[in-house]
């Protein structure tokens, strides 16, 4: 399986970006996925999932009402839309499979290289 992340880049604050991330190697439909991201020196942070088929959705307070997580089967891919955009938001961005078809587990079997998101002030 591979997932790779696109979209990262220089915004300003306030601004709006969409991150891709495209999988392949099983059925992306049968999985739940998610997007996390990491500042420098702080941990890994789960922004933002759903299970497979849509049934449930997840998101961090942090990003509630800004970021918005969706998927497209047919083209095996996972979005991030990100509006509103905050400096406090600048982190390296991650796009992860979960084990099973449901994030409830916190399972990830696959990560993406990951996507730098610098906003400005």
């Known amino acids: 399986v591979q997932l790779q992340a696109s979209g990262g880049g220089l915004v300003q604050a306030g601004g709006s970006l969409r991150l891709s991330c495209a999988a392949s190697?099983?059925?992306?439909?049968?999985?739940?996925m998610g997007w996390f991201r990491q500042a420098p020196g702080k941990e890994r942070d789960m922004l933002a999932a759903f299970s497979a088929y849509g049934t449930s959705t997840y998101y961090a307070d942090s990003v509630k009402g800004r970021f918005t997580i969706s998927g497209d089967d047919a083209k095996n891919t996972v979005y991030l839309q990100m509006n509103s955009l905050k400096p406090e938001d600048t982190a390296v961005y991650y796009c992860?499979?979960?084990?099973?078809?449901?994030?409830?587990?916190?399972?990830?079997?696959?990560w993406g290289q990951g996507t730098q998101v610098t906003v400005s002030s």
């Open positions: 992860a499979q979960y084990s099973s078809g449901t994030y409830y587990s916190k399972q990830i079997d696959y």
């Open positions: 190697g099983r059925t992306f439909s049968s999985y739940a």
